[in-house]
């Protein structure tokens, strides 16, 4: 059975035990918020906030469909992530991507699959060249270890224009 609650079980007493009740509802309010947020940061890690999940992962296309690129937007410092680099072009070409930005400075690139036929140096960048198969079509598989804080901008982009923007934070 429910006890019901009294009006004066909210007023301030002195015996048995000395009570400010307005400060104890303050502080039972405080408790209440603190619960919802800490279990929204909970549900909110779970989907990826701080790492892989629905909330971090990214597929960009561009809009003619030759470049791409699947990757996680949040990091943390020290972790390994990875990042696909789709490209499309002529059948059995050597199809050519820069990448480039700032992004290289809080990255490094571990692992390279396959490896470029060629590299070289582009500014703060790098480019590569690489074989596509016989529908035209090529990938490049890299991991990422997150070595910075903070949010870094990076940029892909294929001669003629192409190009793709985007973000990623790594998280201390």
């Known amino acids: 059975m429910p006890r019901h609650i009294e009006p004066e079980d909210f007023h301030s007493r002195v015996y048995p035990v000395r009570e400010d009740m307005d400060y104890q509802l303050k502080v039972w309010r405080f408790e209440r918020v603190g619960w919802y ?38 990091h943390r410092n020290g972790s390994s992530n990875p990042m696909i680099i789709h490209m499309k072009g002529q059948p059995n070409a050597v199809l050519e991507v820069e990448l480039g930005g700032a992004w290289l400075q809080g990255f490094e690139v571990q692992t390279l699959q396959p490896l470029p036929m060629r590299s070289a140096s582009a500014g703060q960048g790098m480019r590569l060249w690489v074989q596509a198969d016989a529908q035209g079509q090529a990938s490049l598989y890299l991991s990422l270890l997150g070595q910075g804080l903070g949010i870094y901008h990076g940029r892909l982009s294929m001669p003629g224009g192409t190009s793709l923007g985007f973000d990623q934070f790594i998280f201390p």
């Open 37 to 74: 947020v800490l279990v929204a940061l909970v549900i909110m890690t779970l989907l990826g906030l701080f790492s892989r999940g629905p909330l971090s992962s990214r597929d960009l296309r561009s809009g003619d469909g030759s470049l791409g690129v699947e990757y996680e937007m949040f």
